[in-house]
């Protein structure tokens, strides 16, 4: 409910409201540690124009005793954080999330990270909670946002369709409560926005045109430096391993390529 009322919410895209600056995790996968560093140096309770963006919670490396998947809690941890700071917390879902919410498996090392993903959630909650607790993390998935646009013209999204994809690419078709079936599918707006790697500058002015916006942040491309910097509009974060990479950037003011690139840090 608190994700659907979010203010400046239409459909999947938001607009961000009441912002001076945001804070943009790059794909967490399961790490609450890294979560835990973000927090603290977002001090939303010291900072109320400030806004808080995570992104691809799920499908992680740590592991229950039985092999369950623990990213679960990041889940978990986002819903606690939206029901304190309703209008200021954001939650991003990757690839990953549209996989495990659509059923279709993602596989990594021959494992199934969907199974292992619901085995997590079962051994979290037990066996009589668990299922309805899996049901409830599915239909969560399905309100997020997938794009946010800040005062300034800078859009932040997990990821941005290919150059294939990029001329059926329709960004009303995101401002829908429900998407259509074709939506998700390999060569749908959704599945376009959230699996794709083309970071060519062409691409991604093309894709920057269409949103109405200026400038990217976006994650999904891991790095062993914690972000890239692929084209001249575009800065990519990771936070899933570390060095890990996330961006504090003003909202309330114009900014330049180079101005977004120094905001970016890494821990």
Known sequence: ALVRATPGRTGHIVELADCDDVLVAGDLHGHVGHFQA???????????????????????????????????QLVDLFAALKCQFPNRV??????????????????????????????????????????????????????LPLALRAPNGVLVCHSSPSARAIQLFDPARLERERFDAADLEPGGTVHSLLWGRDTSPNTISEFLNKMGSKLLVSGHIA?????????????????????????????????????????????
């Not at 001090?43 to 995570?54: A, G, I, K, Q, Y």
């Not at 490396?61 to 998947?69: E, L, S, V």
């Not at 936070?239 to 101005?259: Q, T």
């Open 38 to 72: 973000l927090l603290k140096t977002a001090d939303l309770e010291s900072h109320p124009r400030r806004h808080f963006v995570m992104q691809e919670a799920i499908h992680g490396k740590f592991r229950y005793p039985n092999g369950g998947d623990k990213s679960h």
């Open 223 to 267: 790095s062993d430096t914690g972000y890239l910097i692929p084209n001249d509009r575009q800065v990519i974060v990771d936070c899933s391993e570390s060095p890990a990479g996330f961006i504090l950037f003003p909202a309330d003011r114009p900014l330049s390529h180079a101005d977004l690139v120094a905001s970016v840090r890494v821990f």
């Open 90 to 143: 954001h939650y991003l879902p990757g690839n990953h999330e549209l996989a495990q919410w659509t059923g279709r498996p993602v596989m990594k090392s021959d494992e199934n990270l969907n199974r292992l993903f619901e085995e997590g959630v079962r051994t979290g909650y037990g066996p009589e909670a668990g299922p309805d607790v899996y049901a409830t993390s599915l239909e969560l998935s399905q309100p």
